[in-house]
């Protein structure tokens, strides 16, 4: 039975043959032919440890990103609000939305941070907004739709 498929485990398993290649091993004697100096040539910036130059470098030159002007801030009391569009609020079960109900059906990540209702898509029922912040046009909207918008 020499034609037996052999079982594979894990002390008869190896790479196809030819796929793996031995890494280079550089700096293990001159008779190696990549020793001494390793491939790095004599001295030099290059030939240290980190002796790359860093992305921007220009030679010497005055770099191009320190060469054009700084331009803006980040404001720090920047306040990010999560945006939910009144054609979305169909999703919700009942007439009242608030973040709790918006977190509930999934149109909302986290309760304690600022919610937005934002104008895109139609009010399909009346809905009782609280507690969220509401664009004008969205607030147009939900009145049209016989709703109202609580402060």
């Known amino acids: ?8 485990t894990l002390s008869n398993l190896k790479p ?5 290649r031995n890494r280079k091993r550089i700096g293990r004697g001159i008779g190696s032919g990549i020793g001494k100096t390793s491939g790095k ?6 030939a240290r440890t980190g002796g790359a130059t ?10 191009l990103y320190r060469r054009l002007p700084k331009r803006g ?5 920047k306040i990010e609000s999560q945006v939910v569009n009144v054609g979305a609020l169909e999703r919700i079960d009942g007439d009242i939305v608030s973040p709790e109900t918006l977190a509930a059906c999934g149109l909302a990540r986290n309760v304690d941070e600022p919610i937005k209702l934002l104008a895109a898509g139609d009010a399909i029922r ?4 609280t507690g969220i912040k509401v664009s004008a046009a969205a ?12 402060a």
């Open 16 to 20: 196809a043959e030819g796929s793996h």
């Open 139 to 150: 607030k147009v909207k939900i009145e049209a739709a016989g709703g109202k918008v609580e």
């Open 41 to 46: 040539g004599h001295k030099g910036h290059k």
């Open 54 to 63: 860093n992305p921007g470098f220009e030679g010497g030159q005055m770099p």
């Open 126 to 129: 009346a809905y009782t907004i």
């Open 1 to 8: 039975m020499s034609d037996e498929i052999q079982k594979i």
């Open 73 to 77: 801030f980040t404001n720090p009391f």
